[in-house]
């Protein structure tokens, strides 16, 4: 039985656009660094070290999960972009991973068994979206 063309047409008008978030699904996580950060959060609860890797630029080989609570809630305080200046700044004290321009750092608040903890998270943009490069737990207080 042939298929008339203008019909094969409108399956994949219709078939294309409900694809896309599984084709994108992957990608769409790491749209945003906020987005980026709530997979991280996310897996960090579920104690997941596939889904954390997947958020980070390099693979984490190892990661400590006991005695961890879970992130119960938490906000960006803070969005510093890495200009050339702050790069160079940042390179000049040797810390390693090196940051470049155009990371974004944010500084975030997690409530962790009912109280406030502040950690840095410095992202990078790639072709998969942005990965968390570094991160550092601190405390402001």
Excluded: C
């Amino acid at each position: 039985m042939r298929v008339p063309l203008h019909a094969l047409t409108w399956v994949l008008v219709v078939t294309l656009p409900l694809l896309s978030p599984i084709v994108g699904g992957a990608q769409s996580k790491f749209k945003t660094r906020d987005l980026a950060l709530a997979h991280y959060i996310k897996s960090a609860n579920a104690r997941s070290l596939a889904g954390i890797n997947a958020t980070f630029l390099e693979p984490v080989l190892a990661f400590n999960f006991s005695g961890s609570l879970p992130v119960e809630r938490f906000r960006v305080v803070k969005r510093i972009r890495y200009t050339e200046k702050l790069a160079r700044d940042w390179n000049k004290k040797g810390i390693i991973p090196p940051a470049a321009v155009g990371d974004i750092e944010l500084h975030v608040e997690e409530i962790i068994g009912g109280k406030p903890y502040m950690y840095s998270y410095n992202f990078r943009q790639t072709a998969s979206g942005w990965k968390i490069v570094d991160f550092v737990a601190w405390d402001d207080k």
